[in-house]
């Protein structure tokens, strides 16, 4: 099926069963540790502003950019932000003043929400510790979001703005070593499960999810294929926007008392779901938009209590939304999709592997928090700062599947998969840890063409 | 007579309150006037906010501090104290003063040594 070390004694499902039915034990779990360390927060303190991440985010960016400044644009130029002006500058924190939807504390009609927050009158202003200029020239001003750091270069015009005729990025993080395996395995990636929503569509599609990995499914290729599955990530979104619905505030308590919140059944689902897949494979589970945990970012992982039958099992592991891990020598760093969508509402970029493309390049996981995404006040250090280049990048809840394999200038080879939306898509992705290729896998229950 | 058990024994309280951060009234709901006593010079300590024996640091210090505080390379100063802003400056690389982190270290229970600037009563 989807490896070509299918078992060569496969038979189809069309024969009398074996004597001795064939076990197809799975691929041992090796090599695996956790580096989201960074992404958990211990003691949470919101006592603070936000100015410090931006400080923080140009001050540990600012060495690189300068040397890729300068191998880029060769010869002397001044750095701006210092005392004096040079007629070349320098990067730091590229910043766009975007027309936002209308707030609620002023009384007025709130906008409804718009797919996309761009207008031809938006600006572009570069600032730093000291002082901020407004951009112009060579440089799309719809296609940047507020928090990149980039170098730019050009020259100041005389009343006040910057003529901008070439600009770069962070580029690529530097490369880390490739100690992949040396055999097919596979790591299932699937997002946007989507339980507790309205209507029951995804439920079957689910429950073959669930049934390929663990091998209930199909005749022994296919079984001997999914035993090479070493690890399911679930990048978030396990629960439906359905179950986020906010009646019981508007409503009157005493119509509200005896209602559960809808959340409730969903995670008695996924408990259900999570068993099953728990009881045979190492599962990673990634909290998202619309999942109970805290909304900024990083968001800290469900509580086990949440999940009673399947936290008993070893397998589980509630992880961080973004996640980092290296799973068999391969470096995978993702999030559940949010800071990529909030790039594609406040950009020009419409595609989605397009912006998880960029993010790589720009040196940031998501530039845009915290001013348009919610974001924990950190202080020493920016975490979303990418200083290794991952060999996995992905984000979920994309609306289609993408993936790409970018290479890189230092050697670097990354993968770049945007994880469709299982509830809507009934897609999920299956990556090859040896080649780090990567394939859709979609379950759906009824054919275009099935009149029945 | 032995004394009330408190839970602040077992559980310790972590976050301390700057000047007069005693809750209104609380004293008066005290009927214990061993307590009430008790209270009062508890308060009194956490006014002072330092022990009598160590000695005010001195101006020069405290202008250090503030010169410290002001400069812009290190970052922003609010919501942090001020060790953790030098720290902040090291990992960064921005080479901070050594002295001021000696001063920081050697007056650690002075809050006026220490505070993080703050807006209004956070």
Known sequence: ?452 | MEQPRRITDSFPRRLRRRGSGRPPGRLKDKKDKKDNDKDKVQVKVRDCSRSPSQSLPDPALLEMLRRFDLSWEYGPCTGITRLQRWERAQELGLSPPGPIRDALLEHQDNPDVTYRWMWDGM
């Open chain 1, 1 to 452: 099926m989807f490896s070509e070390q299918a078992a060569p004694t496969a038979q189809g499902l069309l024969a009398s069963p074996s004597a001795e039915p064939p076990t197809f034990p799975r691929v041992p779990v090796s090599g695996y540790s956790d580096c989201s360390q960074l992404f958990q927060l211990g003691e949470r303190s919101f006592s603070r502003q936000y100015a410090h991440i931006y400080a923080v985010r140009l001050a540990g960016m600012r060495p690189g950019l300068e040397q890729c400044a300068r191998s880029r644009w060769a010869g002397v130029f001044a750095v701006l932000g210092m005392e004096s002006w040079g007629p070349w500058g320098l990067l730091v924190l590229a910043e766009a003043v975007r027309a936002g939807p209308v707030s609620y504390q002023h009384n007025l009609v709130p906008q409804p929400p718009l797919p996309k927050y761009i207008q031809p009158s938006d600006e572009l202003i570069l600032e730093d510790e000291l002082q901020r200029i407004k951009l112009e020239g060579a440089i799309d001003v719809q296609r940047l979001v507020t928090g990149t750091i980039l170098a730019v270069y050009g020259s100041e015009q005389d009343d006040g703005r910057f003529l901008v005729e070439d600009h770069c990025f962070a580029g690529l993080p530097p490369p880390l070593p490739w100690n992949g395996p040396s055999s097919d395995r596979f790591v299932l990636l699937a997002s946007g499960l989507g339980l507790g929503s309205v209507s029951g569509e995804a439920l079957l599609s689910t429950q073959l999810l669930v049934d390929v990995v663990t091998g209930q499914l199909g005749a022994e290729g296919e079984q001997s294929c999914a035993a090479h599955i070493t690890r399911v990530i679930l990048a978030g979104n396990l629960l439906s926007q359905n179950t986020q619905s906010r009646d019981t505030i508007n409503k009157a308590k005493y119509l509200t008392k005896k209602t559960q919140a809808a959340s409730v059944e969903a995670v008695k689902m996924l408990d259900e779901i999570l068993l099953q897949l728990c009881t045979s494979v190492p599962v990673d589970v990634m909290p998202g938009e619309f999942d109970p945990t805290n909304y900024t970012l990083p968001q800290q992982p469900l509580h086990h209590c949440m999940l009673p039958l399947a936290s008993a099992y070893a397998t589980l592991r509630l992880v961080t939304n973004p996640y980092q891990a290296n799973l068999d020598g391969v470096r995978f760093l993702g999030t559940s999709g949010q800071n990529i969508s909030d790039i594609f509402k406040y950009s020009s970029m419409d595609d989605y592997l397009e912006i998880l493309e960029w993010t790589l390049l720009a040196g940031h996981i998501s530039p845009t928090a915290p001013d348009t995404l919610g974001c924990y006040p950190f202080y020493k250090s920016d975490p979303f700062i990418l200083t290794e280049c991952p060999h996995v990048y992905f984000c979920g809840n994309a609306p289609h599947f993408q993936s790409k394999l970018l290479q890189g200038k230092e050697g670097q080879r990354v993968l770049l998969v945007t994880v469709p939306d299982f509830s809507a898509t009934q897609t999920a992705c299956l990556i090859n840890l040896h080649d780090l290729t990567c394939r859709p896998i979609t379950f759906s229950s009824f054919g275009a063409d099935n009149e029945d």
